[in-house]
């Protein structure tokens, strides 16, 4: 089977190319490098069964060979990286979008959608489940990552129920683990790369907002599940790992794991930001029977270790 992704060269991207060669497609690859980096798949261009190209998919899509499944993962995901590019975020969850559900319309191909917890904004509903509509400001600054997320969905539902396109939307919950860049802005990233320069950590806000940490091996395993399973025709799945932590106690726990002497800072909230996060997996669980395996320490040392091993490089 041939399998397209877009934004492979991204942290989750490059994980899930590894994943699709190492039990058996052919993968064909899309990226366009703004937050993506030629490191996350330079191990995988001397594999016969990649293909990578260099392309912006907000452009119409040409590939010249039957494709099985179309995984649309290209847009950058960390609040910093978004807010540095609101227009692109915007376009690849919207002209993208419809570029690459084209491209399945006209491949016959199933189509996996990467969106977001982000689409639930500041919920009033705890934990969120699929079922849920969410509470989203339309025209605050990080809506245009969950408007676009939000528009994208729409756009996967349109192309369901008029072209009966099998597609599969996937709301991915917070995920960390090795490859995340260490200056992406994400909690995780710039936590543990403080806490190992022994530099203060900084907390926005009071640091009783939550979330909940998915390692990067698990959501891999969930969205192949999700991806060659038969009969999820429209179906859309939460992932992530349902062990909500506040993020005050989650600076404490890193810097306790990486016997720091950082001291914790608070900086002014952003505008915005989720008060609490947590998913309600029972759906993926009950249908799929997936659930996360890895702890947030053992997926925080395996973090730490990472950071710490390229941070000595730069
Ligand atoms: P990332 O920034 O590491 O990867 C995104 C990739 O998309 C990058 O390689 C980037 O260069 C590429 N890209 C962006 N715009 C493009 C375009 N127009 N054409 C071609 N390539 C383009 O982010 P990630 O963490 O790997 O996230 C991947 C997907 O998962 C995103 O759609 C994101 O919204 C979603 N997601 C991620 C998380 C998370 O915690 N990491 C949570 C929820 C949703
Ligand atoms: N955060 C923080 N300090 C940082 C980076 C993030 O306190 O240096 C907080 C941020 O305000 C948010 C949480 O950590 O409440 C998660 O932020 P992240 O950017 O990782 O993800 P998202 O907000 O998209 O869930």
Redesign the pocket.
Known sequence: MNILITGVAGFIGSYLAEKFLSEGFYVIGLDNFLTGKQENIAHLLKNKNFHFIHYNVVNYIYIDKKIDIVLHFACP????DYLNYPIQTMKVNSLGTLNTLGFAKAKKARYIFAS???IYGNPEKHPQSEDYFGNVNPVGI?SV?DEAKRFSEAMCMAYHREHNIDIRIVRIF?T?GPRMRLND????P??VY?ALKNED?????D?N?T?SFCYIDDLIEAIYKISITDNLNGEIFNVGNPQEIK?ID??KKIIQLSNSKSKIVF?P??ED??KR?CPDISKIKNKLNWEPKISLDKGLKFTIDYIQKVANYE
């Open positions: 995901a960390s609040p910093v977001t917890s982000e990080r990552y917070n960390y802005g994400r909690v995780i710039n936590f403080q950590i900084t907390i926005y806000g640091g907002q979330r993020i989650l600076a900086k909230p952003l930001d989720p996060r």
